[in-house]
Structure formats: C-alpha cells, structure tokens
C-alpha cells in the first residue's frame, strides 16, 4: 500500500474515533455488469470528510431520556411513599411490614451500609436491619443516572442517534439473508404510487383502517425494515463501529416544507391580502390587460399561428432513449395536475410520478376477474398546470420551496439554468448546456423560436393562475413563471397567463385566467374568438380554468349567478359552439368527473352548425399536493349554465364513504393539528369570564343543591348555573358582553351558509356553535372556582382571614412553609450524616482532623444562609411565593369575598355568588383584582382551551357529515396529503382522447437519495450533457422504503370521441 493510501486511512479511523460522527465518505462509481447493477469503489478515490453525521430529528434522543426521566422519578416516588416510615424516620424492610418490593429494593443496599451515629428512635431497626436510611434513595437516584448516561453514551457511539442506523442494520440482514442489498429489490422509481380507491380490495374502508393510516406519522420515520429484531443491533467491537460509521449513508431532502398550518397567524394575512385584492385591485388593476403588448412583441411573421398559439400538432410520443417498447402506445400524450404547492411530501410525490419516463399503474378489476392488471403510462409531451401553484400566498419563498424545488428534484433543469436569469426571449431554444438532436438547424434565420419548439422533443408546461397567485396582483406569478425558462425539467414558454395549445388530431387545448372576479376579460375574449374563427368545423376543444363553478355554483346555491362566467359562457355559446369537448379544472382538492344527461327539449344549432346541446365533460382533479378536500358534501346530480342541463356525477375520489369517515377526524385531530389556535381559545374564553371572577361560595351552593353528589343534580346544578351567568353577563357584564358578542360574530361570520335553504337556520346555527363556546367556557369558570373554595375550606393553601380577626390568623399550609419544612425534615440531616461518617470513621491523626471538618463548616455555611434567607430576608420566601399559585389565588379569593360580600350577606348565599355588584368592585384594590386574574387564568386556560378546541372541532364534524357545509374549513384543519391524483390524456391514432386519472391513496413521508439518480455523474466540467428528461432515473429522491399502498393506481378511465 501507497504513503498517500495508508494516510487516507489513518486520518479515516482518528475521524472516527474521536468524532463519533465525523465520517470519511468514498466517492462511489457506479458500473453495470450482467444487467446488475452493483456500486464498486475505484481505486484512487479522493477521501473527503463530512462535517457532522446527519442525525434523526433533534428532539428524538432528548425525547427519549425525558421519558426515562419521568418514569425514573415515577418509580422513585413509588418506593418513597411506599417503604417510608414516618414512625421509624427510615425504609421499612421488615419482613411484617416491609413487603416484598421494599425489602427487595432496600435489603440488598444494607450491605453496603456503614457505620453511623444513629438516633435513638432508629439504632435498635438498623441493628436488626429492618429498615434503611434515606441515603438508599439518593443511592438509587444515583445509580439510576449513572445508568442512563452510560446508554446514552453507548448509543452514540453505536451510532443509534443516526437516522441511518436501523436502516443500514435493516440493509445488511437483508443482503445476509437474500444474497442482494435491499435497494436492489426494491420496485423501479415509476412504480411508486398508492393503493386503489374504487374497485380494489384495499380500497375503502373502515374507520379504524383510515384512523391508523392517518395517525402512523412516527412509523413512516423508522428504518426501512420490516422486522423490529432486524433493527436491534448487538454489542459491536470498536473496529466494527469505525466500518459502520465510514459507510456511505443515503442522503435526505434538507428543508422541506409541511403542510401549511391554516389555522394560525396565515389566516389573517391571507384574509388580509384578499381583502385588499378584492377592494383594491379587482376591477381597478387588472395585470392581463398589460399582456397584450407582449402578444404584439412576440410577433413573427414567418409563423402562420396567431400571436401566442403554440403548434404541437405534429409532435407524437417520442419514446427516449428505448427505455421500453410503445407500439402500441402511439398518439400524444399530455397530462394536467393542479393545485401543488403545500408540504413537501405530497407536492414531491406527484411531481415525482409525471417526470418519470414511464408510470407503471394498477389498473381496477374486471367483473369477470379479482385480480387487478398494470399498464404503462409514458411520460407526457406537455404539462397542463391548473393553477394556486403555491400556499398559502405567492411570496417568492413558497413559490421557490413548495414549488420549484418539488420539479426540480423530480427533474432537474439544464446546467445553464440560474435562479436569477430574466428571460428576454421565449421560448429558451436551443438548450445551453443539453445535447439534443431536434433535427433543424438551430442558427438559421428562418427557423424562428416557435418552429424550433414544435421540433422540441422534450416536455413543455404551461400554467394558469389560480386565486392564490392573483393575491399580490399576480406579480409573482409574472416573474416567476412568464419570466422563467424552465421548470425543473419542463420547458415554459409561454409569455402570458392565458395560451392557446394546438394539438393533434384536430384537437386545442385552451387555458384561460379568470382571475379574482371569475371571468375572462375583453382581451382574452378577443384573442380566443379569433382564434376560434381559423379552427375547422369538426375541431375539438378542451377548457382549462382553475375554478370549477360548476360544482361550486350548485353548492353555494349561485346556479342562476350571470357573473360568474359570463364572457367565457358567451365564448362558448357563440364563438366555439359545440366544439368545447372537455372541461378541466382544479381549486377542489379532490377528483370528480361529471357526465351530462340526456338532452331535454329542442336542439339550437349556430352558425357553423354545431349543436348547443353537445355538452362537455366536466372534471375536477385539484390532488396535485395540496391538502384534501371532501367528496361527501357536493351533489351527485347538478345542473350548469343558464340552459340548466343535468349533469351526474360518476366517479368520485375518495368516495364518499371514505370522506365522511375522514371528517369524523376532527372529533379529537382537531386540537393538536391546530395548536396555534390555543392562543385564540384562551384570550376569547377567559376575555368571556373576567367580568365574573370571583363566584364567592360557588362550592357551599353545590353542596346544598346535591349533597350526595348524585350526578343528575350535577347536571342540573351546571344547568341552572350556567344559564343564571349568562342573563347576568347580558345584564350587568361589561368584558364579558364584548367578549361574548365578539363569539358571536366570529361564529356568525365563520358559518358557511352554503347549504341552508333559510336564513334563519344560517344564524341559528351559528349561534349554536357560539353558545357552545360560552356554556364549556361558564361550566370550566364553575368548575375552576369551585376547585379554588374547595382547598381553602380544606385548609390545603394559606388564606388569610382579612376583615374577620384583628390577629389575621392563617389557615392551612402554603407551599413556600412546607417546602422548607420538607427539607428540614428529610434532606437537611443527610449531609449531617456524611460528616458524621467522615469523623467516626477517620483514622488520620487528630492534627489532620480539622481540615476533614471542611464538609462541616460548608455545610453550616449553606444552612445558615438558607435559613437566614427564609427568616431574615423576603428573597427566598418570595421566590417560593411566587410558584405558591394555588396559596395566592386562595389568599386573594378570600380577600376578595370579605369586601364583596360585606354588609350583611354571606358567602355562602346565592345573592353574594352571583351578585356581581359593580359598586362593590370598585372598592377592591385594582392590584388585587389583578393579581387575582393573573393567577387564576394559568389554571383557568389549562381547562379552557381543550374543551374550546374539541368543541369546535366537534361542531366542524357535525356540520360537515349531517349538513354538508365547511368543506374548505373542516378538511384544511385536518391538513391531510394522502389521496392526490393528476390526469394523464391520450390522444390516440383515430383521434379519441383517453383520460386516465390517477390516484394515490397514500403518500411517503421519508425519503431518500435515488443511487441510480444520474444526477451526481454529471461532471461539472462538461460543456454539454444528457437532458434529464432522457434519464431512466430523473427524480433524485426516492421512498425510504415501497409499500403496496405508495403505488399509483388508476381511478378512473374514459374516453371522449372527437367525432361524437
């Protein structure tokens, strides 16, 4: 071996020993050989080293020795109120009293006792042993901790505290056991999907099967194996743990975006940028006005197109680099997704599955057959993008993060893409940096950019804006997308937010911006009604918008609203007649496909001769990642347009039994997906009950309306009271009215009126929910200040009985006396009994004995300060005052109660509890009432908040299962990935367009670098590589492991005849 190998390898085993972490990395070269594909290390590789390990979430470790901890001193404080003797001032061992886990605890540690000067109460049980002292607890303390850093330290240096530690124990069971590595068994890349939801046998089910695929959030972050024994790795030699440690360990996506929290702070900054989007620009400002002038810029006049007609009429599938036979699979192919950008894992997935050459999906059962078939779907030629391209508003950073980032990793762009190019001149032809053969020549003059892109073999996208991209006015948007050149791998040429696509077989494809204000403007009703006057008679269109207010329109019971598309109705009608084939759109998160009925009455015809009556089929599939939205609360049958035609609904993902089953989620998901609410809870409910602190002899009023405690008074009790503090909050509240009417409002506004025939029922059930919110908010009050009277009258707190003795005598214990008699009881003679060993057991001459009694004097040292503190100076006693919370509320609650309840009435009379005279208020100290309020709400908000937050969330499940209204609020709380779906269209030899639409019914949650990704073997230096979109391995990150259920399924097919 070579000086500078054996270097290598010295310096490779110190980083690996004195960093526990801090790994060398070979630089791996990939070589095929006999069709396998196998990783070998070259020789001469260069050795550079990583930082730091990359290692699981960071609060895992932490979280796992606080568990420890909290059990720790559950076991602890067992055995201490267990074994101790208040009698004996020790352990009890005996063999009477004792019992089996005290004497099996405490026994074995008296044999390492020693000596000691022993009290008189306690020699004669230690001389017999039958009891232990209290150092045994400090000893098992002790051990216990000693325990837990000793494996904690040995799993970091086994290297548990890696993300990759099961997953690489997983991998060499699995070579040891199959003879290959696991990633080499594992499903191609474009066989990633989900499981079926229409006819397959794992589609829909039951409750208890959706709840435990929801909930399974932990599990998707463990290792990829199936066993837990093949994650338990034994004790491993130092040499052993250097080899696991200088593995290559697979690379993870780094700053990945979740699910956008709605309910947080987003959602009054997004009500704010709608307000000012509705009230500033809408009608004042309209951006497609100015892309008129970029129509008349790109003009050509080689080129027969209209300005912003792009020709893909010759383009057919080109099958690259013969990754597999399509014969029978020719024709063009394009696909559509919509509504992407939100949490990583669900936009990637997606993105993931269309930049896959080809997509291996199951296909649903025959009648005749229970088994389920697979077809392969090739990539398409162009990506249709339906709009809201990033949540929850367009900002440059959710548009980089959720939304380019998700395309670039599931295909990367060309060398020469930069972040901050401007693009002058659309489309980017030829490619900088990709070695593509298009067949023309690129330099002449007469083979204009749009030639160039019909020649183009790559893929193309083109995007609508949705809602959320018009926020800011859709500045965004236009530098983003109509001043960008690529995303990820898809070229984007177009220059305006509308477009027109020429497609073959005689088929178009139109996207239109319909704004905020659901219409096309006059411009767009220009430029397609002359594109329309140069189509042929038999043509077929295809409509992509982004809202799809066909559905909406029934549901929000708008069917006879003439605003809503108005201009784009009038396109249809007069202009493209019955042309229009297809309607797509997405704003639903969810797939449905509508088909129209019959044709009912006479049949008009226009001036091409079309027929009116030839009505579209209308599909929604908004599943491109954003959150889910429900199937259950649409009609199944509705009517569209101002003809009123019947439409039926026929395929629906989920189902509708799935999405009711889903919205039951929110009975006990909603508080913990939406803890940011609980600062709302508890400014609103304790804003609610202010105004009635305190209910002076709440407790003796309970006691004589139910002395025996029998539940049904309990509940009438609560009743009556409730209803007693409502009247008075109406009456006499002040804080409490305003917060009260603010519920009101908030729960007024929040109501989805959708779906209710009266407005009667809008506001009575509105005031339900609000009424719901103050009656848990009195009941937590009753309960919070009945709790507080109980331990005064018990004596559990320190009150003081002001205005009844001149002497002010106290009552009861206050935490800050009880912790220092506590420590003067049982702690303050331990290090008594230290010293007292160190000088009983001394053999040193009597000249070295003072300096043993140095322990005495700190000792005496910190005692007397301790004791002077508590005595002389407020310091400590105001310290421990302050955490005695429960001795301040009841000081003050009585404080308060003598000067309200003066003159005559007492406590425990209801005309006191529930007086709340104001003059009475004014004469308590405004510091009183304060301190009193801040001390009482930490225990108020403790109960509050929970049962504000299972109240709505109850509210929102009830609404949507029984009356079909808050789809929008009710699944955004619930923030669910799974279930996404995309469409992928065929249009084949005789000029039919297939549709299939593909689902996924689960989505991964962990990923992990690809090792075929062709991505890290493109060297830097090159002046011209491979298109990514001729890869066979385009997506950098893969699942952390495949599942049945991650794969794509088909969940839906049909087939629209150009000629019908």
């Given amino acids: 071996m070579g000086s500078s190998s054996s270097n290598a390898l010295e310096s490779r085993i110190k980083g690996a020993i004195f960093s526990f972490g801090g790994s060398m990395q070979i630089t791996q070269q990939q070589a095929t050989t006999n069709g396998k594909d196998e990783v070998a290390f070259a020789e001469g590789t260069h050795l550079h080293k990583k930082p730091f390990p990359v290692l699981v979430a960071f609060q895992r470790p932490f979280r796992r ?28 061992v005996s063999r009477e009293e004792g019992g089996i886990i005290c004497r099996g605890v405490f026994l074995p540690m008296l044999l390492f006792r020693s000596p000691v000067v022993q009290t008189t109460g306690t020699h004669s049980c230690h001389a017999n042993h039958s009891c232990a002292d209290e150092r045994s607890i400090w000893i098992l303390w002790a051990a216990a901790i000693i325990g837990h850093l000793w494996a904690y330290a040995m799993h970091e240096f086994v290297g548990k505290h890696h993300k990759d530690y099961r997953a690489r124990s997983s991998s060499a069971s699995q070579t040891k056991k199959h003879g290959v590595p696991k990633h080499a068994t594992e499903m191609e890349i474009s066989k990633s999907g989900s499981s079926l939801d229409m006819d397959l046998p794992f589609h829909g089910a039951d409750t208890e099967e959706i709840d435990a695929d929801i909930e399974e959030e932990e599990e998707e972050e463990e290792s990829p194996g199936s066993d837990d024994k093949e994650g338990k790795v034994p004790w491993q030699s130092i040499s052993a743990t250097i080899q696991k440690f200088t593995k290559i360990k697979p690379e993870q996506p780094n700053g990945t975006k979740a699910m956008v929290s709605w309910y947080s702070n987003i959602i009054f900054t997004t009500g704010f940028d709608m307000l000012v989007s509705f009230k500033i620009f809408l009608g004042r400002f309209d951006a497609r006005k100015m892309q008129v002038a970029l129509l008349k810029e790109s003009g050509n006049k080689s080129s027969d197109s209209p300005e912003g007609v792009f020709d893909f009429s010759t383009c057919k599938h080109y099958n690259h680099d013969k990754i597999s036979d399509f014969s029978k699979e020719e024709g063009f192919w394009l696909d559509f997704v919509s509504d992407c950008g939100d949490g990583f894992n669900s936009s990637y997935q997606i993105s993931r599955l269309l930049a896959q050459p080809t997509l291996d999906v199951i296909t649903p059962s025959s009648s005749s057959s229970k088994q389920h078939g ?51 001149r659309k489309p980017a032809l030829p490619v900088q940096g990709w070695t593509i053969d298009t067949g023309t020549n690129a330099r002449d003059p007469d083979n204009d950019a749009r030639s160039q892109l019909s020649n183009y073999p790559g893929p193309c996208t083109f995007l609508v804006p949705g809602n959320h991209d018009w926020f800011d006015g859709l500045s965004t948007y236009t530098r983003y997308i109509l001043s960008r050149d690529w995303l990820g791998g898809w070229l984007m040429p177009q220059r305006t937010s509308y477009f027109a696509l020429k497609l073959p077989e005689g088929w178009w494809l139109l996207g239109f911006d ?22 042929e008679p038999n043509d077929a269109v295809i409509i992509v918008s982004h809202v799809p207010h066909w559905v909406l329109n029934e549901y929000e019971n708008h069917s006879n609203d003439s605003a809503k598309e108005s201009h784009l109705c009038e396109l249809m009608r007069t202009h493209l007649g019955g042309r229009v084939k297809l309607r797509l759109a997405g704003d639903l ?52 347009g101002k003809e009123r035609h019947d439409y039926s609904r026929v395929c629906a993902y989920p189902s509708t039994k799935v999405s ?63 209803l007693l503090l409502f009247v008075q909050i109406l009456a006499t509240g002040r804080m409490s009215l305003l917060f009260t009417l603010i519920i009101m409002g908030i729960a007024y506004t929040f109501t989805d009126s959708s779906n209710f025939k009266w407005k009667t029922a809008h506001i009575s059930w509105s005031m339900v929910h609000a009424l719901a919110h103050i009656s848990t908010s009195l009941i937590c009050l009753l309960f919070v200040e009945c709790m507080v009277e109980y331990v005064v009258s018990e004596g559990l707190v320190v009150t003081q009985n002001v205005g009844r003795d001149s002497n002010s005598q106290s009552c009861g214990t206050g935490l800050a006396t ?40 700190l000792y005496e040292m910190v005692s007397s300060t301790f004791r002077w503190l508590y005595h002389e100076a407020p310091f400590l006693k105001t310290t421990l005052a302050v955490f005695d919370l429960p001795g301040v509320i009841g000081s003050t609650h009585v404080e308060m109660c003598d000067i309200l309840c003066a003159g005559g009435a007492a406590e425990s009379e209801p005309e006191c509890t529930y007086a709340n005279d104001f003059l009475k208020y004014q004469q308590l100290d405004r510091v009183t009432i304060l301190k009193y309020l801040a001390a009482i709400s930490l225990y108020f908000v403790i109960f509050a908040v929970p049962v504000a937050g299972t109240v709505f969330g109850t509210w929102i499940a009830i609404t949507l299962n029984f009356l079909n209204c808050q789809y929008d609020e009710g699944f955004s709380s619930l923030r669910m990935e799974h279930w996404k779906n995309f469409l992928r269209m065929h249009i084949d030899e005789n000029g039919d ?36 979109w001729m890869w066979k391995n385009p ?16 969940i839906d097919y049909s087939k629209i005849k150009r000629n019908s």
């Avoid at 720790?72 to 009698?87: K, P, Q």
């Avoid at 319909?514 to 189509?535: K, P, R």
């Avoid at 009880?818 to 331990?830: A, K, M, W």
């Fill in 65 to 92: 020795m606080f568990k420890s901890a909290v059990l720790l001193s559950a076991v602890l404080c067992f055995l201490y109120s267990h074994c101790w003797s208040r009698t004996l001032s020790a352990f009890n």
């Fill in 374 to 424: 697979r077809r392969i779907l090739p990539r398409g030629k162009l990506l249709i993008n339906g709009g809201d391209l990033a949540y929850p508003d367009p900002t440059p950073d959710s548009y980089e993060k959720r939304f380019f980032r998700t395309f670039e990793d599931a295909m990367p762009p060309p060398p020469s893409f930069r972040r901050e190019h401007i693009s002058i």
């Fill in 514 to 535: 319909l704004a905020l204000d659901d219409d096309i403007n006059i411009e767009q009703f220009h430029f397609f009604a002359n594109l329309a006057a140069s189509m």
């Fill in 589 to 640: 998160h969810h797939y449905t496909r509508h088909v129209p009925l019959s044709n009912k009455g006479p049949v008009s015809r226009t001036s091409n001769g079309k027929s009116i009556g030839d009505k579209p089929v209308l599909i929604v599939s908004g599943g491109g990642g954003a959150f889910l939205h429900p199937t259950h609360c649409f009609q199944d049958q509705i009517k569209v």
């Fill in 660 to 722: 009711r089953h889903l919205s039951w989620l929110n009975l006990w998901q909603f508080r913990w997906r939406n803890w940011r609410l609980d600062i709302l809870w508890a400014i609103t409910h304790f804003g609610l009950c202010s105004s009635l602190f305190p209910l002076c002899g709440v407790y003796d009023d309970y006691l004589r309306s139910n002395p025996t405690h029998h539940l049904g008074y309990l509940l009438l009790w609560v009743f009556r009271r409730v």
């Fill in 818 to 857: 009880s912790i220092y008699d506590e420590y003067t009881l049982h702690f303050s003679h331990t290090l008594e009994d230290f010293q007292l060993l160190n000088a009983t057991n001394s053999t040193d001459p009597p000249d070295l004995l003072p300096s043993c009694r140095f322990d005495e004097s």
């Fill in 993 to 1028: 367009l297939e549709i299939f639409a593909i689902g996924l019914h689960r989505v991964p949650k962990k990923w992990r670098k690809d090792e075929m990704w062709q991505g890290d073997v493109i060297s830097a230096g090159d002046v011209s590589t491979k298109p990514s």
């Fill in 1035 to 1050: 997506s950098k990150w893969i699942p952390w492991r495949s599942r049945k259920k991650f794969e794509a399924q088909m």
